[in-house]
């Protein structure tokens, strides 16, 4: 059982990755594009979604019905979610505590973000450590570049909020491996090793 947490704060909308014929893309687009790649790469597997800004929301259901996910994720938009923020805790304790209920024989998330936790009651780390517990992988997807920045109309002065040492401790933590993606083909590697190593792991588990 696979669940997506995808960042849906405002930052998502930052435009500094780039489409095929150089136009700029946003980076909730850019990941959108990824996460159906992905969704569509893996027919036998059960999949989720969780967005999350200033709280986790569950997108759809864990189920194999990969329609239905991915309608989710071309439906929600960056400006749906109420609490603005980015709770990477509270959205990797809602996957884990979801997948706990599954009797899947791998569980993991893949947590795509690009900023630090802000939000929230629980500090990511110890999120990791409540998923490590259960079993749960969580591979963790840093995506933007340094450069990028909100718009002033969202933010007086903008700044960039990675924080990559928590996201490379939230994967290690958990079993799971932490990628840097700061463009289109960087993102699509990621997810494309995430495919394998999970593809690997199940054919080791049978």
Known sequence: DILIALDYSLSMAIDDFARADGRPLRRIDAAKAVVTDFIRGRPNDRIGLIAFSGRPYSASPITLDHDWVIASLTRLQLNQLE???TAIGSAVAAAATRLDARDATSRIVVLV???SNNSGKLEPVEAAE???RLGIRVYTVAIGTEEGRVSRDIQLF?????????LREIARVTGGEFYRARDSTALADSFRT???LEKSSAAGQR
Not at 158 to 166: I, K, L, N, S, Y
């Open 113 to 115: 973000t690009d900023g």
């Open 194 to 196: 995430i495919d394998q």
């Open 158 to 166: 903008p700044r960039q909020e990675f924080d990559v040492a928590t």
């Open 130 to 132: 409540l998923a490590a």
């Open 83 to 85: 609490e603005q923020g």
